[in-house]
């Protein structure tokens, strides 16, 4: 049960809809130095994923959907 005041789903679309007029909070930038770093750390991480082996249940998998497409 809600509690008083409380509305669960908003009763209008208007009321889904954003405000054109409010104000939309500003949203820090990173500086490219941060940027750069989190790439080379991303593409790193990434790297070492894509050069193991996938499992012997994934490969199942994998050849599991191969051949339900034929």
Do not use: C, F, N, Q
Not at 4 to 28: C, F, H, I, N, Q
Not at 41 to 69: F, Q, T
């Amino acid at each position: 049960m809600a509690e008083a005041g409380v509305r669960l789903m908003p009763k209008t679309r208007s009321e889904y809809e954003p405000d054109p007029d409010a104000a939309r909070p500003v949203m820090p930038t990173l500086s490219p130095g941060i940027r750069r770093h989190l790439g080379h750390a991303l593409r790193s991480v990434y790297a070492d994923i894509l050069a193991d082996p996938p499992g012997a249940r994934l490969e199942a998998l994998l050849a599991r959907l191969g051949k339900s497409k034929r």
